[in-house]
T-cell receptor, first 114, second 117 residues
Framework: GDSVTQMEGPVTLSEEAFLTINCTYTATGYPSLFWYVQYPGEGLQLLLKATKADDKGSNKGFEATYRKETTSFHLEKGSVQVSDSAVYFCALIDGSGNTGKLIFGQGTTLQVKP | GAVVSQHPSWVICKSGTSVKIECRSL??????MFWYRQFPKQSLMLMAT?????????EQGVEKDKFLINHASLTLSTLTVTSAHPEDSSFYIC?????????????FGPGTRLTVL
C-alpha cells in the first residue's frame, strides 16, 4: 500500500539556518502531496501542497517540489525562525479505492534556537 | 481558507462516563469528515471516515460501539467516546474535505484533549 517516510528528528537548527526535511513516498499512480505543521497542543495546519509532478508548493517561505523521478517531496526553507519550531508531517492522498484518506509520515520535530 | 472548529478543546471525565466531541466546518459544507487519534510524539491514526447522512466507515481495530460517530448535517460531525476509560485518554483531531477544493485537501480542527480519570 501507499506509504510516506520522513527523516528522523528532532532537527535542531540555529535561527536563520537553512532547513531541509526529507520526505519520500511509495504510491500507485500520482497522488497529491502535502506538508502539514503542528504547533504544540494544536491541530494540523496545511502548510503547502502539490498535485502533480514538478509542481512546487510554497507558503510562508517554505517550499517543496513534487519529484516523480525520485518519489520525493522534501521541505525547504532558506532561513528558519524560532517561531518555526513545530512538528512537520508529510502526507499523501491514498490513491487506491478513491477513499480520500491521508497517509502520513511519522512527523519530524524541528527545534530552532535563537 | 477552509476553517474547521472543534469543541471542547479539552475535557476531563471520570471513568465509565461518555464524552461527546463536536467537529464543525465553519465556512463550507463538508460531506466527508475524518476523525483521528494522536498519541504523544506520534503521528495521527485515522479512526474513521464520516459521511453526511450515512454510517461512518471505521478503520480496522477501531471499536465502532465505543467510538460513535454521527454526521447529521453538512457542517457537523460528532464523536462520542462511550464508557470512557483511562486508555482512551488522547488527543482527538477531526478534519474535513472542502468539496470546492478538487485536490481533496483535508483541513484540520484544533484538536480535543481528552483525559479520563
Amino acid at each position: 500500500g501507499d506509504s510516506v517516510t520522513q527523516m528522523e528528528g528532532p532537527v535542531t537548527l540555529s535561527e536563520e539556518a537553512f532547513l531541509t526535511i526529507n520526505c519520500t513516498y511509495t504510491a500507485t499512480g500520482y497522488p497529491s502531496l502535502f506538508w502539514y505543521v503542528q504547533y504544540p497542543g494544536e491541530g494540523l495546519q496545511l502548510l503547502l501542497k502539490a498535485t502533480k509532478a514538478d509542481d512546487k508548493g510554497s507558503n510562508k517561505g517554505f517550499e517543496a517540489t513534487y519529484r516523480k523521478e525520485t518519489t520525493s517531496f522534501h521541505l525547504e526553507k532558506g532561513s528558519v525562525q524560532v517561531s518555526d519550531s513545530a512538528v512537520y508531517f508529510c502526507a499523501l492522498i491514498d490513491g487506491s479505492g478513491n477513499t480520500g484518506k491521508l497517509i502520513f509520515g511519522q512527523g519530524t520535530t524541528l527545534q530552532v534556537k535563537p | 481558507g477552509a476553517v474547521v472548529s472543534q469543541h471542547p478543546s479539552w475535557v476531563i471525565c471520570k471513568s465509565g462516563t461518555s464524552v461527546k466531541i463536536e467537529c464543525r466546518s465553519l465556512d463550507f459544507q463538508a460531506t466527508t469528515m475524518f476523525w483521528y487519534r494522536q498519541f504523544p510524539k506520534q503521528s495521527l491514526m485515522l479512526m474513521a471516515t464520516s459521511n453526511e447522512g450515512s454510517k461512518a466507515t471505521y478503520e480496522q481495530g477501531v471499536e465502532k460501539d465505543k467510538f460513535l460517530i454521527n454526521h447529521a448535517s453538512l457542517t457537523l460531525s460528532t464523536l462520542t467516546v462511550t464508557s470512557a476509560h483511562p486508555e482512551d485518554s488522547s488527543f482527538y483531531i477531526c478534519s474535513a474535505r472542502d468539496p470546492r477544493d478538487y485536490t481533496d485537501t483535508q483541513y484540520f480542527g484544533p484538536g480535543t484533549r481528552l483525559t479520563v480519570l
